[in-house]
């Protein structure tokens, strides 16, 4: 397949790119090649490029920045899918878009499933549910994966971050009551790697297994690296008083992948043990 990549320079655009240049001719493009928010350039180079398949990669993702610049964020998030999916139309591709479990309000106590009613409480939450919004308006050929709480080789994430603050500390605190599931970015590639052989077009839970709070993450995260002195301490998401509120409990269940393709993810433990090398 001929498969355009936008937000190509990021942690999953980067990883995406990597493997899916094995198997079919990528096109990866940074904001600087493509503006995904402008649709003259979008359709300009979407037409050149003719491709099966376009991977919206691209997206505003400083989640509590998104609380300030919010014309910004809907520029990015909703009116940059939105562009995606005309310009998909355009040229009769498929359509992946990547979305997150910062959809849901944490209100449940069960693992979200594709067909729970999402009621985002941030900017960001908001500005990429309305994302999902116009693409499935506007393109039949297409695939929205939710993820949550990503980490990859490449980029900016949650390990890279406290393995640099253990590094300056000998203690940190990390809040304890947001719950969630990490996911290995290689993982979400071999989802996509899987979803885009079929037909099957929707909505898709995309994780890895299990769940865990930040402050739990942090603790896996020092012993698979060896950071046994540092002290990590439970703090409130009240107490870290962060811009955007959180989703307390965004757990999701990949019940769409189950049903309809019989595919199971690993759990998030395993999946960062392989990113140690363990
Ligand atoms: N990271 C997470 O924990 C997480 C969790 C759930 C879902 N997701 C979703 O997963 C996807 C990939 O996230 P990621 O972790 O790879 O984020 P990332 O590293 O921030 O990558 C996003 C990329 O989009 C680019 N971009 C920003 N504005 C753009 C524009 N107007 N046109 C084109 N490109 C633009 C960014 O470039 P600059 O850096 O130069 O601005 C960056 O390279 C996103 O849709 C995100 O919402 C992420």
Redesign the pocket.
Known sequence: MRVLI??G?????IDLTKQLSLNHQVYSV??KE????NLDNVINVVRRINPDLIIN?????IVDECEINIDLAYR?NTV?AKNMAIASLEVNSKLLH????FVFDGNSTNPYIEFDSPNPLSIYGKS?LAGEVCIKDICQKHYVLR????YGKS???FVKTMLKLAEERKCIRVVDDQVGTPTYTLDLVEIVKALIKTEAYGTYHASNDGQCSWNEFAKTIFNLSGNKEIEVLSITSEELNRPAQRPKYSVMRNYMLELQLEYYVRNWQDALREYFGK
Not at 9 to 13: D, E, F, H, K, N
């Open positions: 936008t937000g320079m990021g942690q999953l655009g940074g904001k493509v503006d995904v928010a990669s691209a997206a505003y993702t990015i940059g990547i979305s997150t479990d990429k993820t949550s709480w990503l980029g900016n994430n």
